[in-house]
């Protein structure tokens, strides 16, 4: 079979043939139909962003769609041929309670995280992958689409979990910081199949904030950022019209005079979730969150039930897939690929297609 193969960060990725991988007994081995690229994901082959890669030579690739090719010993009621989405977080099984998790085929989380990358080394670029049976979910009442637009499930899932981890309700409002990137954008389809009542989108690029309007006019007021953290929490609060619920921050960076101005648009006992890459210590205004009562929590990835239940959205059509802007790549053109996909936000993004 066809795969991409990087030696190590920085180094020039090669299309290799390889063996098909077999199933261990909690496995399942899919063709690949469709696999997101992430935006940053030339930062991470190049080393630029310190991602800690598997050692030696491996396929990179996070999220799949497809076709389920064959399942282990241990792996039940999934038949050949079923449509799914396989996610890349992973933890190892112990008893300290401390989890050595990885994303699979990009990068792992905790200093023994390479003992579960050794397990799990390679990710969805290529012809066929092996992914834990943990990792799956069948997509059949959804094979009607094409894979490249289910390929959304990476960027809407992950907001998805920031809900879920903030208790959002319908009929609340919420601020999603870091708007314009992908997964911020995609949050605001999420938060609107939640039946949010009113969704501030916050970002600085207002050609990719106002696609995001049209999304939904009656209830999404995006709020264009300055810089100046009092005139950008008045504009929040006069695009909420008055003081959100929630605020779920998923910014890649850009500094943290954004979080700050979100913090203080929130009404009391607001939620917030932080979901981003920002490197800077963020500024915390004590005595306000403590007088009104504000919650901070970090929060990674999402629940293993969050594709199937975005995915009943979609199938229900909360969530409209239509209009996506995606640009598809043979597996083999994964370099130019991933080079295309650099910088790219908003509901536009890059996807490597199989056969």
């Known amino acids: 079979m066809q795969a991409i193969e990087l030696e190590g960060a920085g180094s020039p990725l090669k299309v290799v043939n390889k063996p098909k991988p077999r199933p261990r007994p909690d496995g399942v081995v899919i063709q690949m139909k469709a696999a997101p690229i992430l935006s940053y994901m030339q930062g991470v082959v190049s080393g630029e962003l310190p991602y800690m890669l598997p050692r030696g030579a491996f396929t990179p690739g996070s999220d799949v769609i497809g076709t389920v090719a064959a399942v282990g010993a241990e792996v039940f009621d999934l038949a050949p041929g079923t449509l799914v989405h396989a996610r890349p977080h992973i933890a190892s099984r112990g008893f300290t309670g401390e989890t050595d998790d990885i994303l699979i085929g990009l990068t792992g989380m905790a200093p023994a995280s390479e003992r579960v990358q050794r397990i799990w080394p390679d990710g969805a670029f290529a012809e066929y992958v092996h992914y834990p049976v943990d990792c799956?979910?069948?997509?059949?009442?959804?094979?009607?689409?094409?894979?490249?637009?289910?390929?959304?499930?990476?960027?809407?899932?992950?907001?998805?979990?920031?809900?879920?981890?903030?208790?959002?309700?319908?009929?609340?409002?919420?601020?999603?910081?870091?708007?314009?990137?992908?997964?911020?954008?995609?949050?605001?389809?999420?938060?609107?199949?939640?039946?949010?009542?009113?969704?501030?989108?916050?970002?600085?690029?207002?050609?990719?904030?106002?696609?995001?309007?049209?999304?939904?006019?009656?209830?999404?007021?995006?709020?264009?950022?300055?810089g100046d953290v009092e005139r950008d929490t008045a504009s929040i609060v006069a695009a909420a019209e008055g003081l959100p619920d929630g605020y779920l921050d998923i910014t890649?960076?850009?500094?943290?005079?954004?979080?700050?101005?979100?913090?203080?648009?929130?009404?009391?006992?607001?939620?917030?979730?932080?979901?981003?890459?920002?490197?800077?210590?963020?500024?915390?205004?004590?005595?306000?969150?403590?007088?009104?009562?504000?919650?901070?929590?970090?929060?990674?990835?999402?629940?293993?039930?969050?594709?199937?239940?975005?995915?009943?959205?979609?199938?229900?059509?909360?969530?409209?897939?239509?209009?996506?802007?995606?640009q598809t790549y043979p597996l083999g053109e994964a370099a130019a690929a991933i080079e295309a996909a650099a910088g790219m936000g908003g509901l536009s993004f890059n996807v490597l297609s199989g056969r």
Do not use: W
Request: net charge positive; charged share 15%; glycine share 12%.
């Open 136 to 226: 799956i979910t069948p997509l059949d009442p959804l094979a009607h689409l094409p894979a490249a637009r289910l390929a959304a499930l990476m960027f809407l899932a992950v907001p998805y979990g920031g809900f879920l981890s903030m208790g959002l309700k319908a009929g609340q409002s919420v601020i999603i910081g870091g708007a314009t990137g992908n997964f911020g954008a995609h949050a605001v389809l999420v938060a609107l199949a939640m039946g949010a009542s009113r969704v501030v989108p916050v970002g600085r690029k207002r050609s990719l904030l106002d696609q995001l309007r049209e999304r939904d006019p009656e209830r999404v007021f995006p709020s264009v950022l300055t």
């Open 252 to 326: 890649g960076g850009g500094g943290t005079e954004p979080v700050l101005a979100c913090i203080r648009a929130l009404k009391k006992k607001g939620e917030i979730v932080l979901m981003g890459a920002l490197q800077e210590a963020i500024q915390i205004p004590y005595v306000e969150i403590m007088v009104r009562g504000l919650t901070i929590r970090g929060n990674f990835m999402y629940p293993p039930h969050a594709p199937g239940d975005l995915a009943r959205m979609i199938a229900a059509g909360r969530i409209d897939l239509s209009d996506l802007q995606i």
